[in-house]
T-cell receptor, first 115, second 113 residues
Framework: DQQVKQNSPSLSVQEGRISILNCDYT??????FLWYKKYPAEGPTFLIS?????DKNEDGRFTVFLNKSAKHLSLHIVPSQPGDSAVYFC??????????????FGKGTHLIIQP | EAGVTQFPSHSVIEKGQTVTLRCDPI?????LYWYRRVMGKEIKFLLH????????ESGMPNNRFLAERTGGTYSTLKVQPAELEDSGVYFC???????????FGPGTRLTVL
């Protein structure tokens, strides 16, 4: 069973517009959430994270929102740029215990920024 | 500062053979993780070292997989004997502590024929 779900395999957005990537989770023990970006033939690169005690974290063009009651998080990229085209992975962990030490990943969403 | 490095970048072997993957974490990172991504599926956690000790190996698929981290520096992941379903990309990641994001290596693409 998948504990972290990214239901959109791909997303196409015009350059300059907002990109919104969504992620749902089922494990209520998760208390730390991360987004990773991956280019072909490279490993995932850490982008931004959020602790469950917060509902928003912002870093430049990237903002992550967390809705704990809905077990949902989203990554907003604004404005979208061509270099943002990549696969984005949502990941979660239970830092305070209750699960495996490592991250649990979603399947990823391929974001395509169109000129 | 050098990132996480993995060797080899690609490996093609036949079913039944043995393969050893190597990971060099970022210097000073006590935490080292192995992950695997099988085609079309999500990246899955395999195990976690803290220095030379296995902290959590709950994700290891079976006893054909053996991970070591002698001396608490680099780590190896041996698959013996390899099966077709072991094909995928094996990622290594490291971090100074467990409270933040890990730094991933570029991965080793393993193909078992």
């Amino acid at each position: 069973d998948q504990q972290v779900k990214q239901n959109s395999p791909s997303l196409s957005v015009q350059e300059g517009r907002i990109s919104i990537l969504n992620c749902d989770y089922t494990n209520s023990m998760f208390d730390y959430f991360l987004w990773y970006k991956k280019y072909p033939a490279e490993g995932p690169t850490f982008l931004i994270s959020i602790s469950s005690i917060k509902d928003k974290n912002e870093d430049g063009r990237f903002t992550v929102f967390l809705n704990k009651s809905a077990k949902h998080l989203s990554l907003h990229i604004v404005p979208s740029q061509p270099g943002d085209s990549a696969v984005y992975f949502c990941a979660a962990s239970a830092l305070s215990g209750g699960g495996a030490d490592g991250l649990t990943f979603g399947k990823g969403t391929h974001l395509i920024i169109q000129p | 500062e050098a990132g996480v490095t993995q060797f080899p970048s690609h490996s093609v072997i036949e079913k039944g053979q043995t393969v050893t993957l190597r990971c060099d974490p970022i210097s000073g990172h006590d935490n080292l993780y192995w992950y695997r991504r099988v085609m079309g599926k999500e990246i899955k956690f395999l195990l976690h070292f803290v220095k030379e000790s296995k902290q959590d190996e709950s994700g290891m698929p079976n006893n054909r997989f053996l991970a070591e981290r002698t001396g608490g520096t680099y780590s190896t992941l041996k698959v013996q004997p390899a099966e077709l379903e072991d094909s995928g990309v094996y990622f290594c990641a490291s971090s100074q502590d467990t409270s933040g994001g890990s730094f991933f290596g570029p991965g080793t693409r393993l193909t078992v024929l």
